[in-house]
């Protein structure tokens, strides 16, 4: 079935059966890689896209279910300007360890820096809990969601 996605700003037209997760759409038909397979069930948090400005698990979204609606992944962040502040603040602290968790990580700090400007260290870890970091680099984490808001608030 053909569907057509507003994926980043641009209008995708996907041949795709149904029940495809989106995540399968984004990385195998618009090689889109920076969004990441963990563990398929929406357990880990590495296949987090953002559908509608909400951040969701792009493995257990289905695209028949996405037809009509905005979606963003880690490939458009550096043009969003909270986006941008999550990656500076990655990179000053060194927040990555492996990496291989961190395009969910950082879609889901977006998210919640949305939705609060300011978070508290446990609003942070409230929120962020299901996105799993194998390195455990979750203190690194929490302090780059932290100065990500001091950057915004600047």
Same mark, same amino acid.
């Given at each position: ?52 400005? @909400? ?41 990555? @360890? ?6 969910? @990580? ?32 979750? @203190? ?15």
């Amino acid at each position: 079935m053909s569907i057509t996605l507003k994926i980043n700003g641009e209008t995708k037209t996907v041949d795709a059966e149904p029940g495809t997760p989106l995540l399968w759409v984004i990385r195998d038909d618009l090689k889109m890689t920076g969004t990441k397979f963990g563990c398929g069930v929406a357990s880990c948090g590495a296949c987090t896209v953002h559908l509608d400005g @909400q951040p969701v698990r792009s493995c257990q979204t289905f695209i028949e279910d996405v037809e009509g609606s905005e979606i963003t992944t880690i490939e458009a962040m550096e043009e969003d300007k909270i986006g941008a502040a999550v990656q500076q603040a990655w990179l000053e602290l060194d927040v990555v @360890q492996c990496g291989y968790c961190q395009s969910g @990580q950082i879609m889901s700090a977006v998210g919640l820096l949305r939705e609060n400007a300011k978070p508290s260290a446990e609003e942070i870890d409230e929120y962020m809990y299901g996105n799993a970091c194998r390195c455990a680099t979750y @203190q690194r984490i929490r302090a780059g969601v932290q100065r990500a808001a001091e950057i915004l608030e600047a």
